[in-house]
């Protein structure tokens, strides 16, 4: 059984447009599910659903978020609050701003251990220790009793991703997590996230722009346009053919390491013309649905 | 390093400062009308008394010479007599300075308290109904000077309901035990609850008069400041880790919202202490600024002069305060 399970979830703009169109996807324990689509498509705000972090301008229109089996939205909010901590973490797109100035290093790993969890300190001192060596950090000691301005942008990313799994999750959603570092630094921490994954056994929800590092992480992918998942398949079986055309054409046109530079408008627009009066057609259907309701 | 560096940057600026208000005060006095001599006389005092006197006071010689003198004095501790009370004027002014202090401290802790609240309860229940409500509170609190205020409370809480002392610092008739003028403080100190509580109800129309212009001020710049800290991404991330709105804001959110409106607040409080000269007035309460005015239709210049280099001195010891807070409170500054 999958650990999350979306199932139809529409989000719009409080009195605009929708954002996430009927909404489905599963992720299973262990698993890795890759979330792609161009700027603007909704993944992030699927991995802000899922954390109940959406902004208050947006609502939930319709659907259910299964957390192991519990639907979140028919929870009371602090419930839903409690359990998305004590079962999911998030790793940031910005590790530059995703730690708090005022606060040392160590607290910001072991606050929901102590406060949340009810762990000693010393107990969760000693897990902070252990996570930042296991994330490769040197003189562990010494960097939790930094604070954030101190350290590299690789070296706070580092600190959220020993953070985001302090607890032991069950699910990580990672918005793509490394678009904000050097290209030098990218490649270590995606390797260290994909070993973390592998080694604690967390299902993983990974927004990527990437399809190269989707063949390299995921397992399971769904891909997102406008709201609309058009495609949502193995990797294995996305990379060998692509169902929709719009997928199709995203894989065409991801650069080959041989030739980076290959093309600036990747899609053609005949494609893009096709998925958008896909979108158009859904939200026809919709309306007409909610017609004959009422 | 960076604090001890700020500080004794800050205290050679402020020497600077002084020397320029020394000079301003003591000539734009001298400037005004109004002879301090004539005032002290009884009517019919002949031409030579006034000239007698005016020599005695110094007032005779020119005014840079005047100046000098002053000035020289002040620079060895001396501030001169006051011309109504014959008494040295540092002690005179040393003597009201507690007063004042601990009614504007009163006002400044009364304010924090109050806007902090409403800037807290804002942003807990900002987008609704509630944030409205501390709006409008904030703006009308604004709208309406500290004086008036002053007015509104002594009707209401003096007069109509009289809960409150509308005037002095402290009933006369009561014994007072105190060595230092700082008399909330030593009564407490002295574990004197009985006196604590009268002192109380003397200053805390007043000080509440001279706290809600501040309160609103906070009110509104530590709401704004906070709401946009609710939004960064470490507030987000604090979030999804199960932390409740008040917790968030609290520990997340706060301590980063207040150091941009630390300056603002600092200045503001130097206005409130401006606003204790006439809110002392009006309250009759013993501090500096109501000697302030006494001194002003006296045209007791050694007086004046004393009064504004000491509230100058105070202003920029707040300042100075402030600044040291937003170092202490900012780790960038604190390990720079
Ligand atoms: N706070 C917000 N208020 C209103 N609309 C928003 C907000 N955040 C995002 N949106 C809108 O929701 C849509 C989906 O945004 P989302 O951030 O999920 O995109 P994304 O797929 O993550 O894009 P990117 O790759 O650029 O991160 C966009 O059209 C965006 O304009
Ligand atoms: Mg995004």
């Known amino acids: ?294 | 390093m960076q604090i001890l560096r700020l500080t004794i940057l800050r205290l050679l600026t402020t020497l600077v400062t002084l020397a320029g208000v020394a000079v301003i005060v003591f000539f734009v006095i001298r400037v005004v009308p109004g002879n301090p001599i004539a005032m002290m006389l009884p009517p019919g005092a002949t031409e030579a008394d006034i000239a007698r006197l005016s020599a005695l006071y110094g007032l005779d010689q020119p005014l840079v010479t005047q100046f000098g003198i002053w000035l020289g004095g002040v620079v060895q501790g001396d501030f001169g007599t006051s011309i109504t009370t014959r008494q040295p004027v540092l002690d005179l002014v040393l003597g009201r300075l507690p007063a004042t202090l601990e009614l504007s401290i009163m006002a400044l802790v009364m304010a924090v308290i109050i806007g902090g609240a409403a800037a807290l309860i804002g942003t807990r229940g900002r987008g609704t109904r509630t944030e409205g409500a501390v709006d409008v509170a904030n703006g009308m609190a604004l709208s309406v000077p500290d004086f008036l205020w002053g007015l509104v409370l002594m009707l209401v809480l003096g007069v109509l309901f009289p809960v409150f002392h509308i005037s002095g610092r402290v009933t006369p008739s009561l014994d007072l035990p105190f060595v230092t003028n700082f008399y909330l403080f030593e009564s407490l100190v002295r574990l004197r609850f009985d006196l604590w509580a009268d002192l109380v109800a003397h200053m805390f129309m007043p000080a509440l008069a001279l706290a809600i212009p501040l309160a609103a001020v906070i009110g509104q710049l530590l709401k704004q400041s906070l709401k946009e800290t609710m939004n960064l991404d470490y507030v987000t991330l604090a979030r999804t880790k199960g932390y409740g709105e008040t917790h968030v804001i609290l520990r997340e959110a706060l301590r980063n919202a207040v150091l941009p409106t630390l300056t603002l607040v600092g200045v503001q409080f130097t206005f409130l202490i401006g606003g204790t000269v006439i809110i002392e007035r009006l309250f009759s309460y013993e501090g500096l600024g109501n000697m302030a005015i006494d001194a002003v239709i006296n045209r007791d210049l050694p007086l004046i002069q004393g009064i504004v280099i000491l509230f100058a001195v105070i202003f920029t010891a707040v300042n100075l305060i402030v600044d040291l807070a937003y170092a202490v409170l900012n780790p960038r500054l604190r390990h720079a």
């Open chain 1, 1 to 294: 059984m999958s650990f999350l399970a979306i199932r139809n979830l529409s989000v719009r703009l409080k009195n605009g447009p929708a954002l996430l169109r009927r909404v489905s996807l599963d992720v299973a324990p262990g698993e890795v599910r890759g979330l792609v689509g161009e700027s603007g498509a909704g993944k992030s705000m699927i991995g802000k659903a899922v954390l109940g972090i959406l902004p208050p301008s947006v609502q939930i229109t319709e659907g259910e978020i299964l957390l192991d089996g519990t639907d979140l939205l028919s929870l009371p909010a602090k419930e839903s609050r409690r359990r998305i901590g004590a079962s999911c973490a998030l790793i940031p797109q910005d590790p530059l701003t995703a730690l708090n100035p005022s606060h040392r290093i160590g607290p910001q790993i072991t606050d929901r251990l102590v406060d949340i969890l009810g762990w000693t300190r010393a107990a969760a001192d000693a897990r902070a220790r252990d996570l930042l060596t296991e994330v490769q950090i040197a003189d562990p000691a010494r960097v939790l009793r930094s604070y954030p301005h101190e350290l590299s942008g690789g070296m706070r990313q580092r600190i959220l991703i020993a953070s985001a799994f302090a607890a032991e999750p069950k699910l990580i959603v990672a918005d793509e997590p490394t678009t904000a570092l050097d290209v030098t630094v990218q490649k270590q921490i995606l390797r260290l996230i994909a070993g973390m994954q592998a080694r604690h056994g967390t299902a993983l929800l990974f927004v990527t722009h990437d399809l190269g590092v989707v063949s390299k992480v995921c397992q399971q992918l769904s891909v997102l346009y406008s709201g609309l998942v058009v495609e949502d398949s193995t990797v294995a079986d996305f990379f060998a053919s692509p169902r929709h055309p719009y997928s199709a054409a995203l894989l065409a046109a991801t650069p080959k390491y041989t030739d980076p530079d290959a093309g600036l408008h990747p899609v053609p627009d005949a494609v893009i013309d096709a998925v958008r009066a896909e979108v158009a057609a859904f939200d026809r259907t919709l309306a007409k649905g909610v017609k004959t309701h009422g």
